[in-house]
């Protein structure tokens, strides 16, 4: 079986999987709202703040891995076994959900995830949103890292969704570092070279890193043209933030007391928020414990 094979089947193993536990009624939970979210880094900011906006009354866990960074170049099997440990970091939490807020290991490792963490704790991946990018026709670009860019998991995904669409691949090397850091130096440039490689005409990029919906103003002002229509920016946190509070019978409910709680853990022990996070506004109102305002520069179905 080749790698394109099994991409295709890991993808509808996977969404066999989630129509599966959705059927499932959830059971009655006792106590707070708890979800938590898993990444190398702080990509899973944007995820964790889409969260907070639908229901800021909900405890978070962030459990990230800043001792392994970046899992870009690692083997998919060193991706997975740290992604099982970052997980299990943040089950220890006794969350109802966890959001895989990562690209990079939605692919390699979300089978795994849901093998040991079982039926009972719902796991929801991060898919690069070119299925709502494509509904609204081309031509689109999928702004992803380089690892990501051009494999046959986003290749599949393409020719699923936007198969006789004029797609554009552009591996931003560089970006997902820099936003990590919060170097705006390294961000500009990053966000300028990619820019320069993407078609002038397209009407819609997939951000397929959650650390590009961190930047997204910085994107949009690249790529916007004075003489084309306002660009539309697809990324995936407010869908997998929904997806959690469906697979566990909850319901947005972003008029509820803005008492969250905040746990964060890096590489197995509890901290606070990295300063690099306290960067971004998505950050600074988490630790605030505050209502998340949505960025409006990002654009999803």
């Not at 899992?71 to 943040?90: F, H, N």
């Not at 991060?126 to 046959?152: C, F, L, Q, R, Y």
């Amino acid at each position: 079986m080749d790698e394109k094979t099994r991409d295709r089947d890991g993808r509808e193993r996977h969404r066999r999987q989630a129509k599966e536990a959705a059927a499932v009624p959830a059971p009655p939970r006792g106590g707070r709202l708890k979800i938590a979210l898993m990444d190398v880094g702080i990509g899973l900011l944007a995820a964790a703040a889409a969260v907070r906006r639908l229901r800021p009354d909900a405890d978070l866990v962030l459990s990230s891995d800043p001792d392994g960074m970046p899992w870009g170049p690692r083997t998919p099997q060193d991706v997975t076994a740290r992604a099982l440990t970052v997980a299990e970091a943040a089950v220890a939490q006794r969350p109802d959900a966890l959001i895989v807020a990562c690209n990079t290991a939605s692919v390699h490792a979300l089978t795994a995830l849901r093998d040991r963490l079982g039926p009972d704790l719902p796991v929801i991946g991060t898919v690069p949103a070119i299925k709502p990018a494509a509904a609204d026709g081309g031509p689109i670009a999928v702004w992803a890292t380089p690892a990501t860019t051009g494999s046959a998991y986003q290749r599949g995904l393409i020719e699923e969704f936007a198969p006789e669409m004029s797609v554009t691949e552009v591996a931003c090397s560089g970006l997902s570092d820099a936003v990590e850091y919060a170097d705006e130096a390294a961000i500009g440039r990053a966000v300028a070279t990619a820019a320069a490689r993407t078609p002038h005409e397209v009407k819609a990029v997939v951000l397929g890193c959650t650390h590009y919906e961190l930047v997204a103003p910085h994107i949009r002002a690249a790529l916007q043209h004075p003489d084309r229509p306002k660009l539309a920016l697809h990324g995936s946190a407010e869908a997998v933030a929904a997806q959690a509070l469906r697979r566990i019978g909850e319901r947005p409910a972003p008029e509820a007391p803005a008492d969250g709680g905040l746990t964060v853990i890096l590489s197995g022990r509890k901290s606070e928020l990295p300063a690099a996070a306290l960067r971004y506004d998505e950050g600074r109102r988490l630790r605030a414990a505050g209502p998340v305002v949505r960025r409006e520069v990002v654009h999803e179905r």
